[in-house]
């Protein structure tokens, strides 16, 4: 979603805010490390994709394994 073009809305998603690690604030702040712009929701995320802008950067995994996966 991040390097397609256009927005993207992921929603009903609350569920991954108790797993190993909150899932979905951890994506968004890794994200934003990317230059993905992203806002985050209650249940979801708002993901404005572009193939320029995105950069590279040190990601953290939360200690938690499907973090280091999606990145």
Same mark, same amino acid.
């Given at each position: 979603?991040?390097?397609?073009?256009?927005?993207?809305?992921l929603?009903?998603?609350?569920?991954?805010?108790?797993?190993?690690? !909150?899932? #979905?604030?951890?994506?968004?702040?890794?994200?934003?490390?990317? &230059?993905?712009?992203? *806002?985050? %929701?209650? !249940?979801? #995320?708002?993901?404005?994709?572009?193939?320029?802008?995105?950069? &590279?950067?040190?990601? *953290?995994? %939360?200690? !938690?394994?499907?973090?280091?996966?999606?990145?």
């Amino acid at each position: 979603c991040g390097v397609a073009f256009g927005k993207t809305r992921l929603w009903g998603l609350s569920n991954l805010r108790v797993k190993e690690t !909150d899932r #979905l604030h951890a994506l968004a702040t890794e994200m934003k490390k990317l &230059g993905i712009k992203v *806002e985050e %929701y209650d !249940d979801g #995320l708002d993901i404005e994709g572009s193939h320029f802008g995105v950069k &590279g950067a040190e990601i *953290e995994t %939360y200690n !938690d394994h499907r973090m280091a996966m999606c990145f």
